[in-house]
């Protein structure tokens, strides 16, 4: 066991250890009662079949999902520069010296961060048709989540920015750069080292947003699924191997993101372990800010 | 104008859907937030790992898709809900999840010397959590969960894309009516933007009253 656990509990001696086994089984009775319901559930309904499931073990079909995923991810993949860059500039534009530019990268930010993705979906699909802008169907999907992602990578980007020393900055004013360059040579190349966990994590939230897809009919894996299973009849097993490759995807960059944030913990810390006073021991281990 | 006045009534029921929705869920999403964070530093392994997976498994699916799989595919193997409530099951599910994090968040800004004085002083796992360590960490954690409040707010709106005729998709029925989407989905924006102030001046005066300043 991890010793930083053992904080919130002693060592569990015999008694402790009998209630903790008298847990595990009652709590693995649970697990159980709930699989095996389940499975009643599915076999009574006849959705245990082989049948209803063998097509999921055919090629045709996983070609399908998989260029399902593909569109996925190319609409993820736009969203995520379109949207990163967007944001980079709306955070330098909410912290630079022109008041016009930071009340309107500030009224941007605060706007669209409160506005739910789904109502600029639908105003891309019904609202800007009348005026004349009528995009293609990737970039209906694609354009309303760059500008509500793009609120939020301000924020992320702005966060980290802020969250670097100032003498970081000063230094590099003192040897005669300028804002541009500081901000260009100093601040930003460190900031963003640190952010990069953050932002995988925002890349989580941004794929999962393309899901939006089903709203759009843009075939991405979630309106796939919508179209496999109308045409299959097998909704359920469709959806739960939709849900599935969701799955396996973003836990895939997840796990990334808690990769780079432990190596950025280590690279932030090396040469400087000496200066820093210790770090309060955490109650739990692993955790991540989110 | 006359769009968004001539359809008052409609505007006003699918305000009060996203409101009621968004109390129901955000309770729900309390207490899951609150079971689950407990379960992942609970001396028991198997209910440690029980909460890993709910959150690695809630935190990774897109929300749409377990709306799509709850209330369209569930149904075929004899499972289900009204409308509103599965929506408001998923949503708290999966906002649970979240909150889950904030809270451990929370848990770990506790110090470790509270926790030893708990054991020491003779209190339960249970106990320790009751009276020391959660209403510490729930505490340090205010700010962060009316962020995931405000996520939720407008996480509600995918109820639309299943049915719910909440706020976005009563901004929709309206403009398909009237043919006025500037004014129609200004209208709903500015509706959304209220209900998140609202939500971070509670936050901001709930942090005010219990906050510990350390």
């Known amino acids: ?290 | 104008m006359d769009a968004l006045t001539g359809h008052l009534g409609e505007f006003g029921h699918g305000l009060v859907t996203t409101v009621h929705m968004t109390v129901v869920t955000t309770i729900g999403a309390l207490l899951l937030g609150v079971i689950v964070a407990t379960l992942r530093i609970c001396p028991v392994p198997l209910l440690r790992g029980v909460g890993t997976v709910y959150v690695e498994v809630l935190q990774n699916l897109p929300l749409l898709a377990l709306l799509v799989l709850f209330v369209f595919a569930l149904p075929t193997i004899g499972i289900t809900f009204p409308l509103f409530t599965s929506a408001a099951i998923v949503i708290s599910a999966y906002e649970g999840a979240y909150l889950a994090e904030a809270i451990r968040a929370g848990i770990n800004t506790v110090g470790v010397g509270q926790a030893e004085a708990a054991r020491a002083i003779g209190l339960t796992f249970s106990q320790s959590l009751r009276y020391v360590i959660l209403p510490q960490g729930l505490r340090a954690v205010i700010q962060p969960m009316g962020t995931i409040c405000i996520a939720l707010l407008m996480n509600t709106s995918l109820a639309a894309a299943v049915g719910v005729v909440e706020l976005t998709q009563a901004a929709n029925n309206v403009n398909l009516v009237e043919a006025q989407p500037i004014a129609v989905f200004t209208g709903a924006g500015l509706a959304y933007m209220l209900l998140a102030l609202l939500i971070s001046r509670i936050t901001g005066a709930l942090e005010r009253r219990f906050a510990i300043v350390r």
């Open chain 1, 1 to 290: 066991m991890n010793p930083n656990q053992q904080i919130l509990f002693d060592v569990p001696g015999p008694r402790a250890q009998r209630r903790i086994r008298i847990a595990t089984v009652l709590g693995a009775l649970a697990i159980l009662g709930g699989i095996a319901w389940a499975v009643h559930q599915f076999a009574s309904h006849g959705e245990l079949a082989a049948e209803r499931w063998q097509p999921f073990t055919t090629w045709p079909i996983w070609r399908y999902l998989l260029d399902a995923l593909w569109a996925t991810l190319l609409a993820a993949a736009a969203t995520a520069v379109l949207s990163g860059a967007l944001g980079l500039l709306l955070a330098l534009g909410r912290l630079s010296a022109h008041r016009p530019l930071r009340w309107l990268a500030g009224a941007y930010v605060e706007v669209f961060r409160t506005v739910p993705a789904l109502l600029l979906v639908y105003i891309t699909l019904f609202a800007l048709p009348k005026y004349g802008l009528n995009f293609p169907l990737f970039w209906k999907l694609v354009v309303p989540l760059v500008v509500s992602n793009a609120a939020a990578f301000a924020e992320i980007f702005r966060a980290g920015i802020k969250a670097l020393d100032r003498g970081q900055t000063e230094a590099g004013l003192a040897i005669g750069l300028r804002r541009g360059q500081v901000m260009r040579l100093v601040v930003l190349p460190q900031a963003l080292l640190r952010l990069t966990p953050s932002l995988v994590s925002q890349l989580v939230g941004l794929l999962k947003d393309t899901s939006l897809g089903f709203v759009v009919s843009y075939t991405e894996l979630l309106y796939s699924g919508q179209v496999l299973a109308s045409y299959t009849h097998l909704l359920i097993q469709t959806f739960l191997v939709v849900a599935l490759i969701y799955l396996v995807v973003n836990a895939s960059l997840s796990k990334l993101a808690r990769v780079l944030q432990a190596r950025n913990g280590r690279l932030t810390t090396r040469g400087r372990s000496a200066a820093r006073e210790p770090a309060a021991t955490p109650l739990t281990p692993g955790s991540t800010a989110r």
